[in-house]
């Protein structure tokens, strides 16, 4: 039963990764959603646990201490020109691998789910859909500085750590709710 569980694992961890990558870049490409609610930063469970969660991004090596916020900022300050125009800048995913960093990840989780993943137990829906653990994931691709064939391109590499989002482990979650948060995200442009 322990290579179903683990089987099961990796499964949801990769379906789950390519839901974020999916979603995140459609956001980050233009959509009107703010991208704060990717992150844990923006989560009541974790923001209020013991050990409240402050989501670190770091962009080109450089700490955005402002948080989901300044990095939204950062983007919309990508697309303007220096005469107020706005211009398409486009994040164009071109590969991402994704692992299990923790597989019991419990931090801000709810009571009821704290008790620890039986290996020899039959995958059941929270370890099936919603497992408890922590992933990194590495994106890798190319940004687009403009709308037409002949606008200046750059390689990006995005690494990310993401969370369980707790609110996906109800019954009835919110519709559109995010299966993952991110607790931590390193871009590069390289």
Same mark, same amino acid.
């Given at each position: 039963?322990?290579?179903?569980?683990?089987?099961?694992?990796?499964?949801?961890?990769?379906?789950?990764?390519?839901?974020?990558?999916?979603?995140?870049?459609?956001?980050?490409?233009?959509?009107?959603?703010?991208?704060?609610?990717?992150?844990?930063?923006?989560?009541?469970?974790?923001?209020?646990?013991?050990?409240?969660?402050?989501?670190?991004?770091?962009?080109?090596?450089?700490?955005?201490?402002?948080?989901?916020?300044?990095?939204?900022?950062?983007?919309?300050?990508? =697309?303007?020109?220096?005469?107020?125009?706005?211009?398409?800048?486009?994040?164009?995913?071109?590969?991402?691998?994704?692992?299990?960093?923790?597989?019991?990840?419990?931090?801000?989780?709810?009571?009821?789910?704290?008790?620890?993943?039986?290996?020899?137990?039959?995958?059941?829906?929270?370890?099936?859909?919603?497992?408890?653990?922590?992933?990194?994931?590495?994106?890798?691709?190319?940004?687009?500085?403009?709308?037409?064939?002949?606008?200046?391109?750059?390689?990006?590499?995005?690494?990310?750590?993401?969370?369980?989002?707790?609110?996906?482990?109800?019954?009835?979650?919110?519709?559109?709710?995010?299966?993952?948060?991110?607790?931590?995200?390193?871009? =590069?442009?390289?």
């Amino acid at each position: 039963m322990a290579a179903a569980l683990r089987e099961a694992q990796l499964k949801a961890a990769s379906d789950g990764a390519k839901q974020f990558v999916d979603n995140y870049y459609i956001c980050l490409n233009g959509s009107s959603q703010p991208l704060r609610t990717f992150y844990a930063s923006s989560n009541a469970k974790y923001t209020s646990c013991a050990q409240p969660v402050t989501s670190d991004i770091t962009v080109n090596g450089a700490v955005l201490t402002g948080g989901p916020d300044e990095y939204e900022s950062m983007i919309k300050a990508q =697309r303007q020109t220096p005469s107020g125009i706005e211009t398409k800048v486009r994040y164009e995913v071109e590969g991402w691998d994704v692992h299990i960093l923790n597989p019991d990840f419990t931090l801000a989780c709810p009571e009821n789910l704290l008790t620890p993943t039986d290996p020899d137990a039959k995958p059941d829906r929270r370890t099936k859909d919603n497992i408890k653990a922590s992933l990194l994931l590495q994106v890798t691709g190319m940004i687009s500085y403009g709308g037409d064939k002949e606008a200046p391109r750059s390689m990006f590499n995005d690494v990310f750590v993401l969370v369980p989002n707790w609110d996906t482990y109800v019954k009835n979650p919110a519709r559109h709710a995010r299966k993952w948060l991110v607790m931590s995200q390193n871009f =590069r442009a390289l």
